[in-house]
């Protein structure tokens, strides 16, 4: 086995750096060994920077680089199970392709990736960007090329492909699991109460809390917006006791009557009175409404489970050496 790995690493060291003298200089670090090939230090900061722009378009700065480091650990182990399923969908491809029976060409079918498709996820990732200029840009500052991009994007798809054919397609969900499950877990199937508010700004908290007193008083909101400098959101605020709103605003709102008003509450350093004009209570979901939603869960469960016994068979005939410290 020691050979098996020295030699791997001699032959990445000529067959992709070319030959160097000095071949430490020439070759990216190895931080695994798979099968016959090899994972490298720029191959993990690759896929740090492709999961970088796929989160971008969710979250931002300071908490992207958090949520990125917070997946660093994982990243390598994730290279490592997808290195496993794309080098048995290329085998099984391949195997297929030098077949003529019906089966086999169906195989390809199903496997190989549509050109087509890639394309056309690169160009919805270019949408993002003013221009294709700044697309290239941005890919070029995480060291990356549209070339890098797209054998992500194709890679992607083959698993996907491989997962459908060897996975999906042997699972079902029976109603009866649906109608077992819900029955199981009915908490889980409640709506929470929601509320529907007037939302008011004001200038400075002082005029705020003399606004709310009024409110509260009983003056009504069309003569006190004679007297103060308010500005009424032109949108009702519709929110659901589940955490949609901050803490501290959830908690005030949601403990008042009907038709009350808030406490004068400052967000993010602005002052806000809220008017609760319409409460729906919790209710209990029908299995009518959530039954697809159920379904999706199981078959979730099952697809995880199914795909790491898979996994597991793979692991047994594969080889896999981390070297990362």
Known sequence: MRKLKSLLAVLFCFGLSGFSPDCSFAVEKIVAIVNNEVITQKELSDFLSYMRIQLSREIKGKELEQKLQSMKLDLL???????????????????ARKKTDKASQMMVYLLEVDKNRVRARINEMKKRYPSEADFHEALAKQGLTQADLETRIKDEMLKYNVVQLKIDSEIAIRPEEVTLFYNKNPQEFKSPEEREMTVIALENRDQAQSFSYNLKRGEKLESLASRYPIKILPDKLIAAKDGELKPEVESAVFSLPLGAASDALDIDGKHFVFIVDK???????????????????????????????????????????????
């Open 77 to 95: 182990n994730e290279l490592i199970r997808d290195r496993l399923i794309l080098q048995q969908a290329r085998k099984m491809l391949d195997e």
């Open 279 to 325: 409460i729906t209570p919790s209710r209990q979901l029908p299995i009518a409404e959530v039954q697809a939603q159920i379904s999706d869960f199981l078959f979730s469960k099952k697809r995880q489970e199914k795909l790491d016994k898979w996994l597991d068979e793979i692991k047994k005939s594969s080889y896999v050496e981390i070297r990362q410290n």
